[in-house]
């Protein structure tokens, strides 16, 4: 069973930025496509982008594109979300979550889950 543990967060003014990372343990991730997910108050969890087993390709959801990058580093075991230009309505819990090696389109794999990060952003 892998563990997902995420650090990073907090409270930052509008078009500040922010670094969430997440520390697998118990699990290798370099096998596994790691996303990255967001619920505000009162919403439904969605989508904000993924990263392939190497690193080498990344998707992400359009209201994101251009300002959040997802990296990865396999010998750490970690991943990151850096998140530019963030905008009150980017505020929400975030989460990681791995997904099945070789999967790669669809959100209803991933199969475990880090324990979400609080980000605010303050207009």
């Known amino acids: 069973q892998v563990q997902l543990v995420q650090s990073g967060g907090g409270l930052v003014q509008a078009g500040g930025s922010l670094r969430l990372s997440c520390a697998a343990s118990g699990h290798t991730l370099f096998m596994d496509p790691m996303g990255w997910f967001r619920q505000a108050p009162g919403k439904e969890r969605e989508f904000v982008g993924l990263i392939s087993s190497q690193g080498v390709n990344t998707r992400y959801a359009d209201p994101v594109k251009g300002r959040f990058t997802i990296s990865r580093d396999n010998a750490k075991n970690t991943v990151f979300l850096q998140m530019n230009s963030l905008k009150p309505e980017d505020t929400g819990v975030y989460y990681c979550?791995?997904?099945?090696?070789?999967?790669?389109?669809?959100?209803?794999?991933?199969?475990?889950w880090g324990q979400g990060t609080q980000v605010t952003v303050s207009s």
């Open positions: 979550a791995a997904k099945p090696y070789g999967s790669w389109y669809g959100e209803d794999d991933f199969h475990s």
